[in-house]
Nanobody, 120 residues
């Protein structure tokens, strides 16, 4: 089983940037796909981005394409989400997830979440 912990959330003005980090621990961290989801009160958890274990495959939600970049550093068991050109609608709790594949991400391990607030 893989455990994940997010960090890096905060308050930023619209148009600004923020980078989230997620550290993974467990026996198979380097083979697991990892990803980011976000959620606001009263709404379902939304897919943001995902990256394969090797880092060779990435996927993005339509609302963040061209603005967010996901990456990972396997030797350090870290994954990042670089968020640029932030909008107020990006405000949410962001969750890190890890799973054997991108397709099974929602069924994997989840972190506690980190709050991102974008002011207009």
């Amino acid at each position: 089983q893989v455990q994940v912990v997010e960090s890096g959330g905060g308050l930023v003005q619209a148009g600004g940037s923020l980078r989230l980090s997620c550290v993974a621990s467990g026996r198979t961290t380097s083979t697991y796909a990892m990803g980011w989801f976000r959620q606001t009160p009263g709404k379902e958890r939304e897919f943001v981005a995902a990256i394969s274990g090797s880092g060779g495959i990435t996927r993005y939600g339509d609302s963040v394409k061209g603005r967010f970049t996901i990456s990972r550093d396997n030797p350090k068991n870290l994954m990042y989400l670089q968020m640029n050109s932030l909008k107020p609608e990006d405000t949410a709790v962001y969750y890190c997830a890890a799973a054997p594949s991108i397709a099974t991400m929602r069924l994997g391990s989840w972190g506690q979440g980190t709050q991102v607030t974008v002011s207009s």
